[in-house]
């Protein structure tokens, strides 16, 4: 009996769903005999385990371009970020919706993984603390470091 899609009534009157199949009720020497081939060990196949990785590597802009917003990306990044937590933790969250910090958290997430895959020498030279390449694009720019996101600095530095 398979239980999805039965109401309780239908379940409750079942003698099936409480007590199993017949043949358990009876001695198990008069079950039905299942031949078994048993092999000699000789005959025993070589068996060896095989590891491997499937790595499919989606790039970030497919993704981005998927939504039609900014706020449905960073939404739907905040659900992934606190599913990847409730698996490491195994604890549910106490919240049944998003909040700010989970949303800003999605958006410094978002923006790192597109400054990873737009300006990576830009970052690795930036969190080296080097100077950045002369062809940089970025060059002409006062970047800096924060919390491992590439930050612009802004009119105070011209100030003054």
């Known amino acids: 009996m398979i239980s999805q899609g039965t109401n309780v009534t239908e379940i409750s009157a079942s003698n099936l769903w409480w007590n199993g199949p017949d043949w358990l009720g009876i001695s198990d020497e008069l079950w039905e005999k299942v031949p078994r081939n048993i092999l000699k060990e000789e005959e025993i196949p070589d068996q060896r ?24 990306l960073q939404r739907a990044t905040a659900w992934l970020k606190r599913l ?42 930036l969190e080296s ?27 105070l530095n011209n100030s003054g």
């Open 49 to 72: 385990t095989i590891q491997f990785a499937l790595v499919g590597v989606q790039s970030n802009q497919e993704l981005v371009q998927h939504y039609s917003s900014w706020s449905r």
């Open 129 to 155: 603390q080097r100077e950045l390449n002369l062809k940089s694009k970025l060059k002409s720019l006062c970047l800096f470091i924060k919390d491992g996101l590439i930050l612009v600095g802004g009119r």
């Open 84 to 125: 990847v937590e409730y698996f490491r933790k195994r604890r549910v969250p106490s919240e049944v919706h998003l909040s700010v910090r989970e949303l800003q958290a999605a958006g410094v997430c978002i923006l790192k993984q597109v400054q990873v895959e737009c300006f990576l020498d830009e970052l690795r030279s």
